[in-house]
C-alpha cells in the first residue's frame, strides 16, 4: 500500500489491546480510541499512547478514519457496525459478528451494499503451518477426508466465583462457550478441510447454577462482588456435524476444562494420510501416514507459498497469536488498498458462523438433528 492508513478502535479491553498492537504492526496509524464512556476513552488513550480518545460514536466518525475495529460486547455490534458502514468506512468486528443469524445478514448486506472492507478476526487462519495443512490437503495429500476432530478448551471459568460480561446473555449472546471459542474450531476445521457442515447434533452444560453479578474482566478466574445470579449460557458443548461430502466431523468444547488456557486443537483423517494442529503448539504439526508419522516444524524443508507468505522470521525463532493477529489485520488492511488475499474472513464467513452457532443451540434444545443453513 502507498498509503498508511488511520485506524480507530471501539472497545477497551484485552482484545482492544491486542487489536491496537497488530494494528502498528501492519504499517497504519491508531488514532483514537472509544470506550464505554468518556473518562474511559481518554484512559485507555493515554494507556495505548493515541492521540484521542472519542466522546462518542459521532466524534470518531467526524475524525474520518479509514477503518474501525470494533472490539465490545457482542451486543453492541450492530449498532457501531451500521454506524461506520452507513459513513462509507471499512471496518473489523470481532467475533461473533452478531448475536444471531438475522443481524449478521444485516451487517453483511450492508457492507456488500456499501462497498467497504469488513472482515472478521478468524485469526488461526494465519498461523502458517494452518496453511501449510490446507495446502496439502488441496494437493490431495490426505486422500479422501473420512474424520474430523479435536477440541477448543479453557479453563478461565472453571471456578464458581469465576464470571465476566460474557457470562451474561445481555452482552454476550444467548451463546457463550461455542459462540466465543466453537465459533473459531469451526472456522478453522471447515478452512483448512474444505468441508461444509450442513447439520449438526449437539449437547450443552452449564457447571455451575450461578455466578457472581458482578464480572471482572475475561481470562482472569476471579469475579468481584458478592452478589450471584443465575446461568443460561452453555459452558460445554458436545457437537457432532455431518458435512456435505458425507464426512463426520466431532468437537468438544469448554470453558471450564482445569488446566487448559487456550487450547485450540483439530485432526483430519484422510485415505493416504492425517494431520493434526494444536494452537498452543503452533510451530509444529503431527502429520501420520500408515507406515508411520512424523513432526513438521514451521519452515523446515520444502513449505508451500502460503506457508511462506506468513513466515516472518526463520526456523527456531517462534511465531504465535500475536503474529497471526498481525497477519490477520495486514491482509484485511492490503484488501482496503484494492488486493484480495487468500483466506481473509470477511462478514460472509461472520454471518456463517452466527447459523453454525443458532444451529448448534437450537440442536442441543430439541435434542435431535438440526439442519445448517448454508
Not at 138 to 167: E, K, M, N, T
Request: aromatic content about 8%; proline content about 5%.
Amino acid at each position: 500500500m502507498t498509503k498508511q492508513l488511520r485506524a480507530a478502535i471501539i472497545g477497551t479491553g484485552m482484545i482492544g489491546a491486542v487489536h491496537a498492537r497488530a494494528i502498528r504492526a501492519s504499517g497504519a496509524t491508531l488514532i483514537g480510541v472509544l470506550g464505554s464512556s468518556p473518562h474511559r476513552s481518554a484512559a485507555a488513550a493515554g494507556e495505548w499512547g493515541v492521540v484521542r480518545g472519542y466522546a462518542n460514536i459521532d466524534d470518531l466518525i467526524a475524525d474520518h478514519p479509514d477503518v474501525v475495529h470494533i472490539c465490545t460486547p457482542n451486543t453492541t455490534h450492530v449498532e457501531y457496525a451500521l454506524a461506520v458502514i452507513s459513513a462509507g468506512i471499512n471496518v473489523v468486528v470481532e467475533k461473533p459478528l452478531a448475536t444471531s443469524a438475522h443481524d449478521s445478514k444485516r451487517l453483511a448486506d450492508a457492507a456488500a451494499a456499501a462497498g467497504v472492507v469488513a472482515t472478521v478476526p478468524f485469526v488461526y487462519r494465519f498461523h502458517p503451518l494452518v496453511r501449510e495443512l490446507r495446502a496439502r490437503r488441496i494437493a490431495g495429500d490426505f486422500g479422501a477426508l473420512s474424520l474430523l476432530h479435536g477440541a477448543y478448551l479453557q479453563d478461565w471459568l472453571v471456578a464458581p466465583d469465576s464470571s465476566s460480561w460474557r457470562v451474561d446473555p445481555a452482552a454476550g449472546g444467548d451463546s457463550r462457550a461455542f459462540g466465543d471459542i466453537g465459533s473459531h474450531w469451526c472456522d478453522l476445521v471447515e478452512f483448512v478441510s474444505g468441508e461444509t457442515f450442513t447439520s449438526v447434533s449437539a449437547v450443552t452444560t452449564i457447571a455451575y447454577a450461578t455466578r457472581p453479578s458482578l464480572s471482572g474482566p475475561s481470562f482472569t478466574n476471579r469475579a468481584q462482588g458478592t452478589g450471584r445470579v443465575n446461568v443460561t449460557t452453555e459452558d460445554t458443548a458436545a457437537a457432532t456435524f455431518r458435512t456435505a461430502t458425507g464426512v463426520i466431523a466431532n468437537t468438544v468444547i469448554s470453558q471450564v476444562a482445569a488446566g487448559h488456557k487456550n487450547q485450540l486443537w483439530f485432526e483430519m483423517n484422510g485415505s493416504t494420510g492425517s494431520a493434526a494442529f494444536d494452537q498452543q503448539n503452533p510451530e509444529s504439526v503431527w502429520l501420520g501416514a500408515e507406515d508411520g508419522s512424523t513432526v513438521l516444524h514451521r519452515g523446515e524443508g520444502a513449505v508451500s507459498e502460503s506457508q511462506a507468505r506468513l513466515n516472518l522470521v526463520p526456523p527456531g525463532h517462534p511465531m504465535g497469536y500475536i503474529d497471526a493477529f498481525a497477519a490477520f489485520v495486514a491482509d484485511t488492511y492490503a484488501a482496503i488498498g484494492g488486493n484480495s488475499p487468500d483466506g481473509l474472513p470477511t462478514f460472509t464467513d461472520g454471518l456463517r458462523s452466527a447459523r453454525i452457532i443458532e444451529s448448534v443451540l437450537s440442536s442441543a434444545k430439541s435434542n435431535s438433528w438440526t439442519d445448517i443453513p448454508s
